[in-house]
């Protein structure tokens, strides 16, 4: 209501009171005047009451409305949506695992190293990391991740990859920076229904999704890669949960067998048709191989390599320390033939006789031994036989224990014993000696963190000083860096590190 | 009106009647006493519901102020331009072109393939590349966009690239990544006005801008690129819109023709000025090419390499599908001289004779058939003479189809059918033969989508069966992969691939 | 309050009032029963306006609270997390140093280039570098920064670089791309306290935080990278902040002397022990150098490379230009010796001799001569003997002036004067011949800018003309490309480029 309407009839009763009225009438006329005026007074009051309730209650109405629809909706949709991009949930996000550092022996000169440095290490036996790795290695994961209007996701991942042992800023020319990853996976698909529901399906060059490892002997337990296609949890049943995928692995350039032609080259794929099933917490892992003509591979004179392998691992993910405490434990058990005899890295060995037959067992832990006090034991152990030679084998077994006392908020000691007993007999194979022994190493690494507390937090800058020491029989293999120049056994070595993961 | 003015009178003429009634009156007066308290009350009344009301005003005028001046002023302008940066406007975006897949023979190795595959190919003769791709090819492109006060902008776009026929994961050592773009480009430069208002300048390595392509062939209709600068979008008339740049690109380490010094190679470089002109739909692009001293690299006896060049295109962009229903077409006639007869990728081609002149057709469209059924006609054709030697002759046409039938929200069934007639005669250059053919291929692709609808929405994942065949005269040019080990026509391949951009 | 229950009795009121009452008395019974009546609703309307101002109160509050807590607390924690993301405080950012463009001679090839085109520039003798890159160099660095709830931040950055004098967009198989930093740095550490207070500590491999450079020489004054780790900004005195580091890098494959095996190859690695100290305006750096063997290295007959060798420089930061106005200056003075003698790129050069000595002065500024004139002169000079060879000496000086003229908003004309002198006596060391002489260089360079406006403001896109001319007598050095085919002195170059960093 426009606020003259009514002062104006009351600008009109004042004009009556003050026209000089006078006498008893006069009062009792002015009384009533006087009440008829403050009547209509206090009806305008009331009127207005009723609008300032009204506005009063608009205005509440309105501010709820405005601040939670408009600011608590639209800007809250707004500003979701923007989270979802910084915490990587859409569009682009960035993935890292990388270290970089250096590793110095006694004579002041870069030293060998690396988990794989011993004899057994070319088949897969690693020892601890810690200490004992002398490169930069770095990768760099790029995701793009799509939301449809139907629900569907997409996710888009490549990475670009490096490793060096030069400590030289610029590497151009000798440089080995490669792209690991291109694929592309699919998943919340309203078309997939029943036992398709929450399943996922991808293409491209890729590390399996499944992939997992012992961190401390930087091992995965199985490590499943190429370019292929597949389709991740299917629901077979309640408590099943099944994954089946085709990969490829490029075999180039090898020598064939009996060629007319001397310079002949062969090429061939490693065909890998891949399955994990989840039930609980077991995992059953079983894959097939073919490559086809690679049996015209030259992998020395009576031996013929493998066009077919199988491959299978049975797992425990376990969500404590071995029962026996708060932690985690892992334990797989794998057996491979034929190709499938690299149990690790599954088909990426072409020389494998198709005799070849290898038995992994790995296991690791983790867990508080006290307060600050956390430990991580580990086991990795193979036995394998007709591997590239008919009568060939090699046995080896790794014990490892990282050990870490977290002493401030940034900062821990960090041990880490290993060792590894070996027995390999190559028969001759590649110019490689029969070798039987031991290898220990043992690191003690103060370490710098920007949180201390687990096992799986990084990011980590270390010192370290390590011992290593093996039996001098091992100096003899042929085919590892020990007892390379200067290098026989009782080896000191120096050095600092970051590690990053994100 | 100030409210005061008029109740001032109003509280003198009250205090007036108020003032000494006597009499009979008395009980009149407790009356007039009530009267006047009820009066007094009444102002006190009125004047707090004036507050009130001010109050109120001012509540819903601070409401909308705060909420709309704060929230919806402050907060919306911090949210606006961090979206800015979500959505690539402004600072970082990534953005992706990448397949990768494996393509296996009968033999279960890996199939010969890629659109070039031809004997024409190596001319630019593309056939479709559903079903034919042996490869993992991804580009990553890095942009940064900036915004400065005075209104301008600029973008900076770095792309590192890689391709690698190799299935495996690490391909360190014998990888291709490169850096295949490093620009700036700033655009809404306030010095710029008239026909420069709108215009933007670039220098650095780039793709051109106005690159665009027959998708289903993996042949761009021209790919002009290399290092140069230039200036897009002067406004030169009402209807013409043009382009200036320069582009440099590297001839390098040729063999030098009659050079006392048999090892010596020649570079020189290879500059091309080219402009695009836009009228309305028509485009009409002119290109000069001149290399230094390329007359005096050795193509072959007798042959001399041409010097400059001359390239030009008269394309058509047309909205719909030639005219005959909702879709979209292009269509452009390509001819080109000297060095610029290679007709697609300008200057890249040092080769080319003085008097080689090509002349190219490419064409293509999309459409719905009908609700679910879309496809997507192409035809790409070349005359080419006096190309490497004095009377070679180059012809060769390509007809694709790719048809797609939409099924469900994630999935369509995809077909192309291509067709590859050729001629070409190249009067013995680099030991190729004179052949005469055709070429067909055959692809059924079963295709996952996050999202069907249109030709353009990546990503994709498919699988497929492809069945090529050809003449058996291809097989002797001896400059494709026609003829080589097992591949000789007849040939039914099985694959499955991601392909993503956004 | 709800409003019927005083809006009964008043209407009761109203309808006692209608129900035919009169007299005087009856006017006196009206009177006072209105006057009740009058008296009720007014109390009526007090409670209202009571409860609307509590209203209102609670309104203007809630508005407030609402506001500020809901919108201006969580929305404004949220954004402002977001806020970190997008400026790069936190999460994922992106920065680039990138530099695209052709120069060409007059003979309309690729012209030689690069600032350390002449025979001094073996030694790091810059000059000029506008109109003077022939090159597409472009780092792409991809930064990760962490925050933790303790208060520690972690920084992971990786650097991807490359750089090619090819002109063309795929480079694959010949590119030099590669990773040039790996490295972790953590700051704000809660366990670091006293002069440990506001240290950061890394490791991994990087360029040295406190490099910095003559940027239109393209000269770092020092420049320190490589793998290793160390400690920046302890606080030991009030005015004495102090970084410790250490640094390696590979020497790699080198000729050993006297070596029984003719093939045989050295390998060490090159420590640095690092410190940087600042003292207000004032750096000192000094680096102990030690490469074991190093002394075995072949570097021609009779001379000896050094095992070990010392590095200092003093530096002056000035806020002024050198205390005549406004702008900047940097003043330095190096000395090395031993593997110290290779005073820009520490520890960088292996084939240095024990007695080598090189002192090194560098010195430049930046003003404003007038509101549109910018200017900014450089110097860099040294003096190095018995590097290579014994009695072999190595002098030069660069001077250099560049000057900036501000025209528009956009577009700017720059200058740029460079002159070197020189006096190299190799004493025969790697066949090259004693020259002496100077070269000098003039360009001019229009240039365009989204906001002109200081020296450090990229991107800029330049077109160049530079003039370029020297002493015959250089082009005999026989290690620089001047003298090369057709490049003797008077040269004209043309060319344009676009430079980035952010």
């Known amino acids: 209501m426009d606020k003259m309407t009514f002062k104006t009839p009351l600008a009109i009763a004042i004009a009556a009171v003050s026209l000089g009225v006078s006498g008893a009438a006069m009062a009792d006329a002015t009384m009533e005047e006087r009440l008829a005026e403050l009547e209509a007074r206090i009806i305008a009051a009331e009127q207005r009451a009723d609008a300032a309730e009204q506005r009063a209650a608009q205005a509440e109405q309105q501010h709820r409305e405005v601040v939670e629809v408009e600011s608590d909706a639209e800007i809250e949709e707004r500003l979701a949506r923007v989270e979802r991009h910084t915490n990587g949930e859409e569009g682009f996000s960035f993935n890292v695992y990388a270290r970089s550092g250096l590793l110095i022996g006694e004579d002041g000169k870069s030293e060998n190293g690396g988990p794989y440095l011993t004899p057994a290490g070319g088949e897969g036996g690693a020892v601890g990391r810690l200490g004992n790795e002398p490169d930069t290695y770095a990768e760099a994961i790029f995701n793009y991740r799509m939301r449809f209007d139907n629900g569907a996701k997409a996710l888009y991942r490549t990475m670009i990859a490096d490793g060096t042992t030069s400590s030289n800023d610029w590497t151009g020319g000798e440089s080995d920076i490669n792209v690991r990853q291109v694929f592309a996976e699919f998943s919340d698909l309203p078309s997939f229904t029943g036992a398709f529901e929450n399943a996922s399906i991808w293409a491209g060059k890729r590390f399996d999704r499944d992939n997992f490892d012992i961190h401390w002997l930087d091992s995965d337990v199985v490590f499943l890669a190429g370019t292929g296609g597949g389709i991740y949890d299917m629901q077979l049943a309640d408590n099943w949960k099944s994954n089946l995928s085709v990969y490829g692995r490029s075999f180039a350039d090898f020598d064939v067998v009996n060629s007319e032609d001397p310079g002949l080259e062969g090429d061939t794929d490693n065909l890998i048709l891949t399955s994990n099933n989840y039930f609980g917490n077991w995992q059953w892992m079983v894959n097939g191989l073919s490559a086809a003509d690679n049996d015209t591979r ?10 077919n392998g199988f491959h299978t691992m049975v797992a425990y993910h376990g969500d404590s320390f071995f029962g026996m405490g708060e932690g985690n434990y892992k334990a ?20 494998l006789t198709d005799d070849a037959a290898s038995t992994r067992l790995a296991l690791y832990g983790t867990t508080y031994l006290a307060p600050k006090w956390r430990v991580a034991p580990a086991v990795l152990a193979e036995t394998s036989e007709d591997r590239y030679a008919q009568g060939d084998a090699y046995d080896w077994a790794t014990l490892n224990v990282r050990l870490a006392n977290e002493l401030t908020q940034n900062f821990e000691m960090q041990y880490e014993a290993s060792y590894q007993w070996m027995d390999l007999d190559p028969q001759g194979y590649s ?34 000083t390590t011992f290593s020491d093996w039996d001098e029989e091992l100096n003899d293999y042929g085919a590892s860096s020990l007892g390379s120049d200067g290098f026989t056994g009782g080896q000191w070595s120096f050095g600092l590190q970051s590690e990053v993961w994100f």
Chains 1, 2, 3 share one sequence.
């Open 298 to 307: 030259d992998i020395g004179a009576g031996q013929e390599a493998a066009e």
């Open 332 to 351: 797989a058990v794998i057996h491979g033939q034929g190709l499938g005899a690299e149990t690790k890295n599954i088909g990426a060995n072409g020389d």
């Open 431 to 464: 110019g490689r000696n029969a070798v039987d022994g031991g290898f220990s190493k043992f690191t003690v690494a103060p370490t710098f963190k920007p949180e201390v507390g687990g096992f799986w937090k990084r990011p980590e800058i270390r010192l370290f």
